[in-house]
């Protein structure tokens, strides 16, 4: 069993599922919000949120 973590943006008022972009080779990915900007370690207005999901296939 793995647990995988899905990053979610509040500030639209509603969860929106947050995708990596890509960067540098060398800087690790990071989900960040396309509307606010928000990526989980700077989220000054705090919207940031996961859900904790478990996968049984493994």
């Given amino acids: 069993m793995s647990i995988y973590r899905k990053w979610y943006c509040t500030c639209t008022g509603k969860p929106v599922e947050l995708g990596s972009e890509e960067l540098l080779e060398d800087e690790p990915l990071e989900p960040t919000c396309e ?5 989980p370690s700077s989220d000054p207005k ?10 049984w296939d493994d």
């Fill in 46 to 55: 705090k919207t940031i949120i996961y859900r904790e999901i478990e996968d």
């Fill in 35 to 39: 509307i606010c900007g928000a990526t």
